[in-house]
């Protein structure tokens, strides 16, 4: 009831057209725009009056649509003169957007507000910059969640930050789902306390569920008003269809073949994004893409998260001037950063979401009046039916929703430290705090006492070492850290470690002759040999050693190597998306039906024609409202693939369970394999196919239980722990130049875990774990409503004399766990060419 009641609390802007702007009218933003040939959009002048009024709100209008003028010019035409040097913050999720926000920000603010400073703080900021900034803040200040959380740490913050009128949160979809979402939260709370009547607003392009986004945003209690953009802006998408992609498909199958149609794409585009899903991905198209064209070289560029800042700059600035034909690129380009000179965007494989796909479409045509266009470019047969989907899901703005992570208490440890550190609290005071935010909105007085208790003395297990007891409460009540030396070590250690971005400990990649390419995770590094080679940042290097947590390369004279992979790489398929493909396969199947595929109005579905015409000749199609079950013996033993189109992680769960339910019914051992569409169960005995057809097997029932079960829990529940502890400021990363290796972290975190388990087992931290690991990595949520779903479908099972095109993929993805990707060609060659074969002998052949 919280949640419908809070998200209620989300007013739409007509009900305040009606009103009296504070401030007269929208004179000077409207004839700011008028000055340079623009027409203000009726929602840009919604925002207007609505920031003159004081309200608090979310903007969510696509991209390229005029987002920051609407609140930056709403928030300049009512400014005053400055009471405090900082005004205004406008916190981005992105050190790169941040830089780019800087310069969107700085032409209307020197014609507006002459008088005001702009500034921007970020960890890319130079020691010279923070010094001035720390003698005098801007007016306006250009930040990011961490910087803002080391702001909120100073010892002055209640006077810095304690006269900011106006808050902006650029790209509020991207922080809302996660931990760095509820650290912003927890700051403008903070920042409330302050300054009741702070006007706070977001911005968002694609997000399906904008009233809570903006609940949570402005806080329970609040009513915050929502601003839907609406433009002309039109949205191209489109596929690009490989020539014959044959009967089957397994991941990655039609990669190297598309390959040259990209490139003509590339010849015949002006600037084209080329986004993949995966750094490993990029890197591996970055290199073809070079190879089949060498005299592109200075003309092609790179971009990912993993590379050095300054090569990352450089190839920002170069798409802004327009001087490169292409940039290969992953997420690290994904949100609002302008770069008007890119027309096209280029998909490599799914888009696995919609509100991805459209993020991507928007970093073209990225103006008001001009289209946004992004082809897709599927690497496998069945993502050539997912990109028909994914238009249809897009243009019918079908948007994934994002919700708040529920009570963290490891960011909520890491706020009680800040705020003791920046001028200290009283606990009654600071838990109504909290308790207005959207993310601790249900927390109990109980959980916030345990935190405050942990981090005063470091819990039941902790409270006899001197270093977790990092506050503590003086003569009149109020909770701050100890000015002494321990309390001091204590606040050096906590502002290093601020923030909730939490990856493997990465080295940093350095030229044996000098200069830093950037960062590989410690596991890739430390499975290398001298002389090793691999490709990184666009270039193939030669390992030579580490050194003092750095790995020194030079250039490679040989011709191959190996691609660093980086963890979270693999994204699961939404549920939106999911829906869509099976709607795709219903119309498929109503053509193939009617005896006309050859001619149905959508490409994707001619050019897949082959393989679902052998689907349904081999079994079924997997359809809406059915699930499909396949058997089929061979000489690895008995198959069994479930096609419930959940995602890989629900899949992950659900072919562990089911395992697991197996053998409890008789003992048996599998092998186990997943996708975005199904399942593979392997194993030696028979599996009893009709048992699932009979329910119990796919049954809601106990599922907690099971799932815990079926699993190494304990060992997910550590390796999550890593993460909070991190966040917590239990396990300390180290200072500048002396970080702490993996290894260190990693038996750190599992020291403390242990101990906990044994001697404070009411650890809320553990408890934590546990809910993270089941809601994220597990999706035990997202798994109860797959087999409630899946309870009321019918169920077709069917017996294969040969793999199916759906169970093919499947298969490859256990056999690519042990094979090398020579074995593999060679086994699927053989595999495809004897499946062919047996298609020509089929009763009614030809």
């Known amino acids: ?202 911005l968002s392009a694609t997000l ?67 986004f993949t899903n995966t750094r490993s991905q ?150 109504q705090e909290v308790r207005s935010t959207w993310a601790y909105r249900a927390m109990p007085r109980e959980s916030f006492d345990w935190a405050l208790a942990f981090c005063e003395r470091g819990g039941d297990s902790l409270h006899a070492y001197p270093d977790y007891h990092r506050i503590q409460p003086d003569e009149t009540g109020i909770y701050r850290v100890a000015d002494n030396p321990q309390g001091r070590t204590v606040a050096r250690r906590h502002r290093l470690g601020i923030g909730t971005i939490v990856s493997d400990a990465a080295m940093q990649v350095k030229w044996l002759s000098g200069g830093t390419i950037g960062t590989v995770e410690e596991g890739f590094i430390a499975r290398l040999n001298k002389g090793d080679c691999f490709v990184f940042a666009g270039r193939l290097l030669e390992f030579v050693r580490v050194k003092d947590l750095s790995a020194y390369v030079k250039k490679a004279t040989r011709q191959r190597g190996t691609v660093p992979t980086w963890q979270g790489g693999k994204m699961p398929l939404s549920t939106e998306m999911a829906d869509a493909v099976l709607e795709r396969l219903q119309e498929a199947q109503t053509a193939l039906v009617r005896g006309d595929l050859a001619q149905h109005a959508e490409p994707e579905l001619r050019a897949a024609q082959a393989l679902l015409e052998t689907q349904a000749t081999l079994s079924k199609l997997p359809l809406p409202g059915r699930l499909l079950v396949e058997t089929y013996t061979s000489r690895e033993g008995h198959h069994l693939w479930l096609y419930p189109f959940a995602g890989r992680t629900v899949h992950t769960g659900l072919a562990s369970l089911l395992a697991w339910r197996l053998a409890q ?47 190494n829990a304990s060992e997910l529940a550590q390796r999550r722990f890593r993460e909070i502890a991190r966040i917590a400021g239990l396990v300390f990363t180290g200072y500048p130049g002396a970080s702490k290796s993996l290894r260190q972290l990693q038996a750190s975190s599992a020291l403390f875990f242990e101990v906990f388990r044994q001697y404070d087992a009411g650890n809320l931290l553990l408890g934590q774990a546990e809910r993270e690991v089941l809601s994220q990595e597990l999706a035990v949520d997202s798994l109860q409503s797959t087999l409630e779903r899946l309870s009321t479908y019918s169920v077709d099972v069917v017996s294969l004399r040969q793999p199916s095109p759906m169970g093919l993929p499947l298969m490859v993805e256990r056999l690519r766990e042990r094979l090398s990707t020579e074995k593999l060609a060679d086994r699927l060659a053989r595999m495809v060419a004897e499946m062919e074969a047996g298609l020509e002998t089929r009763p009614g052949a030809g």
């Open 1 to 202: 009831m919280a949640a419908e009641q809070g998200a209620a609390g989300a007013v739409h802007a007509q009900a305040f057209k009606g009103e009296a702007s504070a401030s007269g009218d929208a004179g000077a933003a409207a004839e700011w725009m008028t000055q340079r040939g623009w027409t203000p959009a009726a929602f840009q002048r919604e925002v207007w009056q609505a920031i003159a009024q004081g309200h608090s709100g979310l903007l969510h209008a696509s991209t390229g649509s005029g987002k920051t003028l609407a609140v930056w010019l709403g928030i300049l035409q009512v400014a005053q003169p400055a009471k405090a040097p900082l005004s205004v913050l406008w916190v981005t999720p992105m050190r790169a957007l941040a830089a780019d926000t800087l310069r969107a920000l700085s032409q209307p603010l020197a014609d507006l507000q002459p008088t005001w400073t702009l500034g921007l703080r970020t960890g890319d900021t130079p020691s010279a910059e923070r010094a001035r900034q720390d003698r005098r803040l801007p007016t306006v200040l250009v930040t990011t969640p961490e910087s803002l959380s080391l702001l909120l740490a100073r010892s002055n913050a209640p006077a810095e930050l304690g006269h900011v009128t106006h808050v902006v949160v650029d790209e509020w979809h991207e922080l809302l789902g996660n931990k760095r979402g509820v650290q912003v939260q927890l700051a403008l709370a903070r920042l409330r306390s302050w300054q009741p009547s702070l006007v706070v607003w977001g």
């Open 208 to 274: 399906g569920n904008a009233p809570e986004a903006a609940q949570a945003l402005c806080g329970v209690g609040a009513q915050p008003l929502l601003v839907r953009g609406h433009t002309d802006k039109t949205l191209l998408i489109d596929t690009l269809l490989p020539t014959d992609p044959g009967r089957y498909a397994w991941a990655g199958h039609l990669g190297a073949r598309m390959l040259q149609p990209v490139v003509d794409e590339l010849a015949n585009s002006s600037t084209t994004l080329v």
């Open 282 to 431: 990029a890197e591996i198209w970055y290199q073809m893409v070079l190879q089949a064209r060498p005299d592109w070289a200075g003309e092609i560029a790179l971009h990912h998260a993993s590379l050095d800042h300054a090569v990352r700059d450089w190839v920002e600035q170069a798409l802004k001037a327009g001087r490169l034909r292409a940039v290969v690129a992953t997420s690290s380009l994904d949100l609002g950063v302008d770069f008007l000179p890119v027309e096209r965007v280029l998909q490599i494989g799914s888009a696995k979401g919609v509100a991805r796909l459209l993020q991507r479409a928007g970093r073209s045509g990225h103006a008001p009046g001009r289209p946004s266009r992004i082809t897709l470019v599927p690497t496998n047969t069945l993502e050539i039916i997912e990109a028909a989907a994914a238009r249809q899901a897009a243009l019918a703005q079908r948007v994934e929703p994002r919700h708040s992570p529920e009570q963290p208490l490891d960011v909520l440890v890491q706020h009680l430290v800040t705020v003791a550190l920046g001028g200290g609290f009283e606990p009654e005071a600071l838990w």
């Open 665 to 711: 019914a008789r003992p048996q051992t599998f092998s186990l394999a997943v996708n975005d569409y199904g399942l593979e169960l392997l194993s030696a005995d028979l599996i009893d196919a009709q048992a699932i057809a009979q329910g119990h097997l796919l049954s809601p029932q106990d599922l907690l239980a099971h799932v815990l079960a079926s699993l």
